[in-house]
């Protein structure tokens, strides 16, 4: 991915006769000459240094909304871009024990802006269904919230719900969980039934997350997702039980996608069941719990993505 006009902190090598040899220095601009010339030796793959990885992500990072938007790309590889992308920016953030609030809300702006530079990729039924192979079945709470911001707004665009929304819900998708980071890893890794003291301190999350944000600039629609998002249609959630028409519609959506996601998913106390399994569970035994008209809506995006 190296944009004429642009130049990145890492060298590039290309793979000659068994050898690597060097493309570009550090520093060095790309030009239309550089892609011609790969495209002219039909060269396919370029190489970094690993010590230099860091410094691509950044690159990457910084270019996506251009990454996303060129089709001449392959869509397969827009898609592993974005995936590897938004789940580091999320296991930076979540991982990272940064003392300073400031440099805690700089990681968070982090997944502000990439919501805001990728929703725009989401919009097609084709980019869910190439991104949508690549979710991983082994639960870690970043790579979670990224499954989760991609099935929510997979939902959402069913309605009719404006471009700012969607964005809002988006950051809110993808901080829903960011409360677990102040959990004790002994619990959340827990493979045992947790004692009722442990619920309870799991069921903080969704407050400790709310309070996390405070500094960033969060619309009411995001902080609902992150506040929300353990809600039941039938009041017997958390943290507020409230019920029904007070939980938002991208609630609901939120809600959905993070059973889903979980329980399709291995998990320190559970192993994954196969999605159609645990649609049929949602379905049969969560009906008074979830949005039954938008659970219907989800089967069908599943099935267009040929993941059940």
Do not use: W
Request: charged fraction near 25%; glycine fraction near 4%.
């Amino acid at each position: 991915m190296l944009f004429p006009g642009t130049c990145g902190d890492f060298c590039v090598y290309l793979l000659k006769r068994n050898d690597f040899v060097l493309f570009t220095r550090s520093g060095e601009r790309f030009t239309e000459r550089h892609g011609k010339d790969l495209a002219d030796s039909n060269i396919t793959e370029a190489y970094i240094r690993c010590d230099q990885e860091e410094l691509y992500r950044q690159y990457a990072e910084h270019h996506l909304g251009k990454i996303l938007s060129n089709d001449a790309t392959p869509l397969k590889e827009r898609a592993a871009i974005f995936h590897d992308t938004s789940v580091e920016i999320v296991r930076v953030a979540f991982e990272q024990r940064l003392p300073e609030a400031l440099a805690r809300t700089r990681n968070f702006q982090r997944i502000i802006e990439f919501v805001q530079e990728t929703m725009q990729f989401l919009t097609t039924q084709e980019s869910f269904r190439t991104i949508a192979q690549l979710v991983s079945h082994d639960y870690r709470t970043y790579s979670h919230c990224v499954h989760v911001f991609l099935y929510s707004a997979a939902i959402l665009q069913t309605y009719n719900v404006d471009k700012e929304t969607l964005i809002q819900a988006g950051i809110g998708a993808m901080l829903h969980d960011v409360g677990k980071t102040l959990i004790s890893h002994d619990i959340l890794s827990k493979t045992g039934a947790l004692t009722l003291t442990e619920r309870r301190i799991i069921k903080t999350h969704p407050l400790k997350g709310v309070s996390l944000c405070t500094a960033l600039p969060l619309s009411q629609t995001a902080c609902n997702c992150i506040l929300f998002h353990h809600e039941k249609l039938d009041g017997s959630g958390y943290p507020s039980r409230i019920t029904k028409e007070d939980i938002p519609l991208s609630v609901r959506a939120i809600a959905i996608a993070d059973i889903y996601d979980a329980m399709t998913t291995n998990r320190p106390y559970s192993k994954a069941m196969n999605p159609f399994q645990v649609l049929r569970m949602m379905r049969d035994d969560m009906f008074h719990e979830l949005d039954m008209e938008m659970f219907k809506r989800f089967v069908t995006i599943l099935s267009g993505a040929k993941v059940v």
